[in-house]
């Protein structure tokens, strides 16, 4: 569990967790730094359960390192990431568990999502949301180019993960969509299953949701979602790690040219909305 400032919602979001039915895991709290009541609510908890280790960072890392953090600080052969805000259903470690254990060729296993809107001054509302990302096709390719044709939002990223397919991976790195090229990567190592249940619940907040945040808030530690241009880089950067994927080279070659139909069409859009912004000036 990644947080930097989480203090109005992490105690309900760790108390969910130490809660599943499925109880042998560890939960690893990496603080970035945090200004408000965080450490306090951490230290409380971790003095109540054993299964909670604390760590602090000195200073801010930003918010993708300190999400790799957790994960460096992380043994264990599954590894899930639990975002501060969000709460985790009972049945949802175990499910997604069982799916893992029983099924060596996934990689992820994720349930069914449950959006939290909270409208400034109205109550909130709960909405249903399919993420669509159940990838069980053969094709490493397939699964590469149907998870990138499909992801809206990233709720998979918060299933549970074969760690050994995690770490051969690049990881976040300091750049928006880092985590969706993550997680594409992973598509091309194993497959990706949806448990049908929903039992994981997204705050879509200013406070909590790096689409709905403020331009201010992004500065402050999230990088939010890439524009045009940065998409191109990150394309580049996908025909990098596609490299060192274990798939042969016909499927890599696959998804080089799955790639280089995005560059183009992005490059499109890049320049037509250079070309207008230079006619209206």
Not at 34 to 49: K, V
Not at 157 to 182: C, F, K
């Amino acid at each position: 569990m990644p947080v930097y400032n989480g203090a109005k919602w992490i105690r309900d979001a760790v108390t969910c967790l130490l809660n599943q039915s499925f109880a042998d895991f560890e939960l690893i709290i990496s603080d970035n730094a945090s200004t408000d009541d965080t450490e306090a609510i951490c230290r409380s908890l971790a003095a109540t359960d054993p299964r909670i280790r604390y760590h602090r960072n000195p200073a801010n890392i930003g918010v993708f390192r300190n999400y790799d953090r957790v994960f460096e600080l992380s043994a264990a052969p599954y590894f899930k990431w639990a975002s501060c805000n969000d709460l985790c259903l009972e049945g949802f470690l175990e499910k997604c568990v069982a799916v893992l254990d029983a099924r060596p060729d996934v990689v992820l296993a994720y349930p069914k999502a449950v959006l939290i809107f909270a409208p400034p001054g109205e109550a909130e509302y709960a909405q249903e949301y399919d993420d669509n990302l159940n990838l069980e096709q053969d094709s490493p390719s397939a699964r590469f180019r149907e998870y990138l044709n499909r992801e809206r939002i990233n709720n998979v990223m918060n299933g549970v993960i074969r760690a050994a397919a995690l770490h051969e991976t690049a990881l976040n790195w300091q750049a928006p969509g880092s985590d969706i090229s993550m997680i594409a990567e992973l598509s091309l190592r194993g497959k990706f299953v949806e448990v049908p249940e929903r039992l994981f619940v997204r705050r879509m907040t200013p406070e909590t949701s790096i689409l709905l945040m403020d331009e201010s808030a992004k500065r402050a530690g999230y990088l939010g979602r890439p524009d045009n241009m940065q998409r191109l880089r990150l394309h580049s950067y996908r025909f990098l790690t596609t490299l060192r994927a274990p798939i042969s080279l016909s499927e890599k070659m696959r998804v080089w040219l799955y790639l280089l139909r995005r560059v183009a069409w992005l490059r499109h859009r890049a320049f037509g909305k250079i070309r207008r912004f230079v006619r209206r000036g």
